[in-house]
């Protein structure tokens, strides 16, 4: 295992050092890299490094610290919009406003923003996925004038570390690997599984601030709860048809 993804680790606090034009050069053109979908390239990385554009940017991400903080905000967005155009010149027919081709051009975008994060973290750099891109995703389209066919689907601060994080704790590899074909979990293999998680003093920290009695309802009931997962889902399908990719 290459040492970036051994040591990764989702760092949340920067200096706000400038990250030289040549190292943010190398860090996309990383992503650039990456597989995708027919060599379509369905989509495109915005880079955000101006103190207006990010201020802007932070009540979109609920103003974390981070998206001010950081040398770059970088906005993955699935698109087709490219893509289309290109077609037209030349005369031939795009049938890519479906929902299908949302998936090729999101998995091209996640897949891009991996071979940045590993870049950016191979040149000193940390970096976090903000999940909040798809909670504001008209808003952000709105900040960073995305035409009709483009939608962000992930966003990636990267900058220089204001302090060292520990590692996060993973499920053991049994835990996600299924050999052959899938093999459903027991109630007692669940408990296996998540029993050094439960265990820890970060968990035993957060059942105490919560005052819940586990980790699974800190989830259910503090992070992600069903209101708001059911109002970002409807906000999010929404903007996908605004964007045309429900046409069809």
Not at 37 to 45: A, D, K, P
Not at 68 to 90: E, H, P
Not at 181 to 207: G, P
Request: net charge negative; with cysteine.
């Amino acid at each position: 295992m290459i040492k970036e993804i051994a040591n990764h680790r989702s760092i949340r606090k920067f200096t706000g050092q400038p990250i030289p034009a040549e190292v943010l050069d190398e860090i996309l053109a990383a992503g650039v890299r990456a597989s995708n979908t027919g060599n379509m390239q369905l989509y495109s990385m915005v880079v955000t490094t101006t103190p207006e554009l990010k201020e802007r940017l932070s009540p979109c991400h609920f103003n974390q610290p981070s998206v001010r903080q950081a040398g770059a905000v970088i906005t993955f967005c699935a698109d087709i919009n490219r893509f289309d155009k290109w077609c037209v010149l030349r005369g031939a027919k795009p049938q890519y406003d479906n929902f299908a081709w949302f998936v090729n051009a999101a998995t091209d975008a996640l897949l891009a923003s991996q071979n940045v994060a590993l870049e950016a973290e191979a040149h000193g750099l940390g970096i976090c996925y903000l999940g909040t891109t798809i909670y504001t995703a008209a808003q952000i389209a709105d900040v960073l004038n995305l035409p009709k066919g483009v939608i962000p689907v992930t966003t990636v601060v990267v900058g220089y570390p204001d302090g060292e994080v520990p590692l996060t704790d993973r499920l053991p590899l049994e835990a996600v690997v299924h050999c052959e074909t899938y093999h459903d979990y027991t109630a007692q293999e669940i408990d296996r599984l998540w029993r050094e998680r439960e265990a820890s003093e970060e968990t035993a920290r957060l059942i105490e601030e919560n005052g819940l009695p586990n980790l699974a309802r800190i989830f259910t009931e503090r992070r992600y709860v069903a209101e708001d997962n059911l109002a970002i889902s409807r906000s999010y399908f929404e903007f996908l048809k605004k964007q045309g990719f429900f046409n069809q």
